[in-house]
DNA sequence: TAGGTTTGATTAAACGATTAATCACCTTGG
DNA sequence: CCAAGGTGATTAATCGTTTAATCAAACCTA
């Protein structure tokens, strides 16, 4: 910056006021300024910058549980939305124990980030620390910022599978400690209707006794008369979809099944699953807006270390139909004195 | 740490050297002054000693192929690797766009950072960008710093097969345009020698004229008599799977299939994948020792911004056979007149 | 004891931007 | 013709750390 000064036979000082818009330099000198800024080459120290300003301009992203697959997504849309906003991301990974999401922590402050973006570890919560915070989880967690509204996702679930018929219904999660797998099976419960008979499985539990990896049981199920397997997430959905396949049910002809987040594979399968697809781009933007809003505030005097303000409501999901759900199949006719009921 | 300095009635350069063990300072003064450090909470400004030093202790991430479903171990890796050695890391996601790999490069740069590690996107190459740079994509690769080893692991995937008795097996790749791709093509090949039958499908091709997400046509491979799939990553053994399945074929007792990475999902299928584990924490480890060493390398005059040094030879892959393998299956005798040839 | 070396600590100058305070000059209204 | 106000630019301090240069005192050696 000196250098374009010193081209110039400006002061320093004008040049920062050009560039930054701030003081009071004229409409051609300015000029002069952008030019000789792009002739040199000249890229602003950033350093300089955060020692002056007291911001970095960077905001980590924490994702405690990062063998989520659904970990791209999340990570490309913040991302984007953050070098859109003007910041860079720092990442830091925490291999899923709470002490190390600590640690995790720590190291991002040290390293002077303006603020952070959680997406937490099921089940966990996430306590004060001294910098702005902005929390991806579900609408129901308390403290949450922004997060897909995971209720009206199992609700649009939960009615097409009505909707093909389907009378007898098994929802599949993994844990009872996760505030998103319960939104969703809450959905799913609501969108089927008082009607539709379900039980849900916890998968959590089936491991505890059977170990992991365990096989679901699901041909028993099937001949236990239920004909659409609806999983809280994709990776769920997967292993129902195989171990059905492997028992030689036919999908969806005798078995539908769906998931939920639309990973990467959920469409190169066979047969594709139906699934409901977060809106990640918008939740990254609303994410990094309402972080940076609370970044704002928390420098202000008395502001304190906000936590980013709540978004009211959830950003809707899509409901992303594909060939593993069908029409559900007609019941074994119990052979009853009944003549009406043609063939069909 | 001006702070510190008057609280203890030194200098600052005092308790600057203490604290970095340079210059030279009294054990005593120097106990004291830790004591101090922790008492008065200080935490050094990372944007001062950056603007001093030039070093941001920072490392960029470049992943242009986000969507590569392996990205959560990688990041999770390198993070872990980083961290240890004293540095953050910044994203950069590219969106898959070769255009866009270069914007995320600058803003990366822009943001000071030490050095990028670049897992570039397949068959693209990395220009000479002013920074360090240690790149991990296959041995073969030219300017690689460090990769697995792709063909060795396709060996080992060969034997394997080979063991199980098949003898007419279908290699399954994305893009001939990869480098990961063809050095594990070339080393199952190899490992399943000159006496198996082999064919390679390409699935780039197949969707150029079927469209995205169509049927690979497995079925009537079946029935040509192939009974082992080796995929090349386990997407597409995963696709390879359920199209079987689908299609009414066991697996593994009409048909083998084998992927490569290890994926999250490809243990919870039903069965589950046998397949080639990437060691990322060695990777990883070398990727962020090279590069450092770039980076002290670069900072000595008419060092230049150098290129990790490569590896010599890639990290071994393990094998991890689980139950998408097995025993190749008789092979349909043709009744031809020989009675020696005894049934078994 | 003078001269040289070692030890422990200080001084002061960077690094590159931001910004409040100041200044010189010009315009304009009374 | 002078005071008031506006405009465009400069001055200089500041952020917190590192580090080369310097310095004072103590220690050693001949």
């Known amino acids: 910056m000196t250098e374009i000064a010193a081209a110039l036979g400006v002061s320093s000082a004008t040049v920062s006021n050009a560039l930054s818009g701030k003081g009071r330099v004229s409409a051609e000198l300015t000029a002069k300024i952008r030019q000789a800024t792009v002739d040199l080459g000249y890229v602003p120290s950033q350093a300089a910058r955060t020692l002056r300003t007291g911001?970095?301009?960077?905001?980590g992203l924490v994702l405690p549980d990062i063998s989520n697959p659904l970990f791209p997504q999340i990570a490309q849309a913040i991302e984007q939305a953050a070098a859109a906003a003007g910041y860079g991301v720092l990442i830091a990974d925490s291999r899923g124990e709470i002490a190390q999401q600590t640690a995790a922590i720590g190291r991002l402050i040290e390293r002077g980030v303006d603020g952070i973006i959680i997406v937490p570890r099921r089940g966990s919560r996430v306590g004060e620390i001294g910098t702005p915070v902005a929390i991806i989880d579900s609408p129901s967690t308390p403290g949450n910022t922004v997060s897909s509204d995971h209720w009206d996702g199992?609700?649009?679930m939960g009615r097409h599978l009505a909707g093909l018929g389907h009378c007898k219904v098994l929802l599949i999660a993994q844990s009872s400690a996760s505030n998103v797998q319960n939104d969703r099976i809450g959905g799913l419960k609501a969108g089927l209707g008082k009607n539709i008979c379900h039980e849900t499985l916890l998968v959590e539990n089936l491991e505890a006794i059977k170990g992991a990896g365990c096989a679901l049981g699901l041909a028993a199920k099937v001949a236990d008369g239920f004909t659409a397997f609806a999983a809280v997430y994709d990776l769920l959905a997967l292993r129902a979809l195989t171990e059905l396949q492997r028992d030689g049910t036919e999908v969806p002809r005798q078995a539908s099944v769906s998931g939920f987040d639309d990973l990467v594979w959920s469409s190169v399968v066979?047969?594709?699953i139906t699934t409901l697809r977060q809106d990640l781009a918008t939740i990254a933007e609303r994410a990094v807006e309402a972080l940076s809003d609370a970044i704002t505030d928390s420098e202000t005097p008395f502001g304190g270390p906000a936590v980013a303000k709540q978004s009211v409501e959830g950003v809707a999901m899509t409901l992303v139909v594909r060939q593993s759900t069908g029409q559900a199949m007609e019941p074994v006719v119990v052979p009853?004195?009944?003549?009406?009921e043609d063939s069909r």
């Open 154 to 156: 199992g609700v649009q």
């Open 270 to 272: 066979t047969p594709p």
């Open 55 to 59: 911001r970095t301009g960077v905001i």
């Open 336 to 340: 009853v004195a009944d003549t009406r």
